[in-house]
């Protein structure tokens, strides 16, 4: 038995077996600053029960915190409530240690399972299924798109406690495993970035989802998600169901982001010119260089703005590289309810522009000026030019905000 990895408790029956990956920096393109967790639990029924597991290189640090509170062999049961591999990744190396009698998963995430390892005689459970696991209660919710075909939920309805997958998360390493214990200001960061990078295309699900669990009566003591630290007080649980509600709404803030890239400094110029006209007309607006900034915190800035103005230099009749890959990214995020503006500079054929513009038309942002271009260096009556833009940008986020 490992005298260092220890199992940790965090209800009467319930114990934290996961593990903390201090060092990761990339998460499927997402920049994880604070690295993560990838939470497991153990549940004490007379059936000891196994909820989900970890990322596979953390398989034997989840065997040896499992082992600080019972032989892994004695493990009965294991629900998988998601299949991606960040938490299923080690989950066929401790089926083959632990040999449970049964696995759970619902009827996609049994699919999943089966397509992704070869895992036969997964058992699928109904949404609304119960599992009786000796003395305490196990129910399933399917929350199926949130955030794959797979997902749902477990509650353990004698503690009232939620094990919510990857829902209330966020990428967060650290050995405090309660929110309680952490500075606030650190989980509306992360908690923020975890939902534009990950949840923003789900929004209607998601706010349909806690309506749902609004209108069933369900209250949690505690939710313990799969990343990230778990909520045990009626503050946090307020908390992180608020802020769900609200990134879910996708409602325009006063504030702007503006997103550029330059190969000489121009597009910056004009960038920081539009910042101007955003700020002197009420808009609060971050400068955002893709040099700079990483598109997962361009994300997020997203999430929390009304407004998304976009600047390219042309390279080689095209987007600037780094422009291409931020709008991409954000095109699949699906953000919603933006208004903004193209710009940017060009030496002779200065096709990158419309081409913004055309990617925001199909993004769904409602252009509030006509796409600015500029021939090599913006001269003052460009610059000014770009500061009516912001405000032109400004005024119709407004109307929109109120
Ligand atoms: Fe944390 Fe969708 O996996």
Redesign the pocket.
Known sequence: MSEVFKARRITDNVYWVGAVDWSIRDFHGYLTSRGTTYNAFLVMGEKTTLIDAVKKPFGEELLARIASVVEPERIDYVVSN?A?P??TGALPYVLERVKPEKVFASKMGAKALAEHYGLDGVTAVENGGKLDIGGLTLSFMETRML??PDSMFTILEEERLLFSQ?AF?MHLAGLELFADEIERSVLECEGAKYYAN?LTPYSKLVAALLAKVKAAGLAFDVVAP??GPIYRTPEDIEWVLGAYERWAAQRPAPRAAVVYDSMWGSTDRMARAIAEGLTASGVEAKVMALGACHRSDVATEVLESGALVVGSPTLNNNLFPTVADVMSYLKGLKFSNLVGAAFGSYGWSGESVKQVAALLDEMGVEQAAPPLAVKYVPAEADLKACRELGSKVAKALLERTG
Request: charge should be negative.
């Open positions: 998601h991606e960040d938490h955030h794959w990857d998360g990950i799969d990343h």
